[in-house]
């Protein structure tokens, strides 16, 4: 992290059982929640000079959590999340986007939100009919998870301009 300059990380799939925040070294504090050690858990990472200014935080559950701070007047909400992967159970993938939609409706109006999230689903090529909520820059086909984030950011109103798809293929 300090290395690529990166002062606040979101992470997924910790495996860390527990409700904690500590240090991890180099100058980095790890906010975390997960109650199995074999499974989900997120976190929130923040350069210590930013632990400061952490006004809330909000452990939903093991897949979303989120951190409120005051950063030079703006209010900065950074919302963590991992969502079921391919195979999981529906009720389990409906669960997690309710948490995250209440999560993102006690936000007020006009405080800033950088969501850091695997959202486990394939967006898909192009942006036909979705140009309002996200760029043309994602691979494959939209698959049902893809669909969900789809639907989730229209929900929001907000747009995703810089749709990233990173594959390993």
């Not at 100058?27 to 074999?38: A, E, N, P, R, T």
């Not at 036909?128 to 494959?140: A, I, L, N, P, R």
């Not at 798809?165 to 293929?169: I, K, L, M, R, W």
């Given at each position: 992290?300090e290395?690529r300059?990166v002062d606040?990380?979101c992470v997924?799939?910790?495996?860390?059982?527990?409700?904690?925040?500590?240090?991890i070294?180099a100058?980095?504090?790890?906010?975390?929640?997960?109650?199995?050690?074999?499974r989900?858990?997120?976190?929130v990472?923040?350069?210590?000079?930013?632990?400061?200014?952490?006004?809330?935080?909000?452990?939903?559950?093991?897949?979303?959590?989120?951190?409120?701070?005051?950063?030079?007047?703006?209010?900065?909400?950074?919302?963590s999340?991992?969502?079921?992967?391919?195979?999981?159970?529906?009720?389990?993938?409906?669960?997690?986007?309710?948490?995250?939609d209440?999560?993102?409706?006690?936000?007020?109006?006009?405080?800033?939100?950088?969501?850091?999230?695997?959202?486990n689903?394939h967006?898909g090529?192009?942006?036909?009919?979705?140009?309002?909520?996200?760029?043309?820059?994602?691979?494959?086909?939209?698959?049902?998870?893809g669909?969900?984030?789809?639907?989730?950011?229209?929900?929001?109103?907000?747009?995703?301009?810089?749709t990233r798809?990173?594959?390993?293929?």
């Open positions: 992290m290395r300059k606040i990380l997924q799939e910790t495996r860390w059982k527990g409700s904690k925040a500590r240090s070294g100058g980095f504090k790890l906010f975390y929640y997960g109650v199995d050690s074999k989900n858990g997120v976190g990472v923040l350069k210590e000079e930013f632990v400061r200014n952490v006004l809330e935080v909000k452990r939903v559950s093991d897949r979303v959590m989120s951190l409120k701070l005051e950063i030079e007047g703006v209010m900065l909400n950074v919302v999340g991992y969502a079921p992967q391919v195979g999981c159970e529906l009720e389990e993938k409906e669960r997690f986007w309710s948490e995250l209440e999560v993102m409706e006690s936000i007020p109006t006009g405080e800033r939100v950088v969501i850091g999230a695997d959202f689903g967006v090529e192009g942006n036909t009919g979705d140009e309002e909520v996200m760029g043309k820059f994602g691979v494959k086909e939209r698959n049902l998870e669909q969900m984030v789809v639907d989730f950011a229209s929900g929001l109103k907000r747009i995703d301009r810089n798809s990173y594959s390993a293929e």
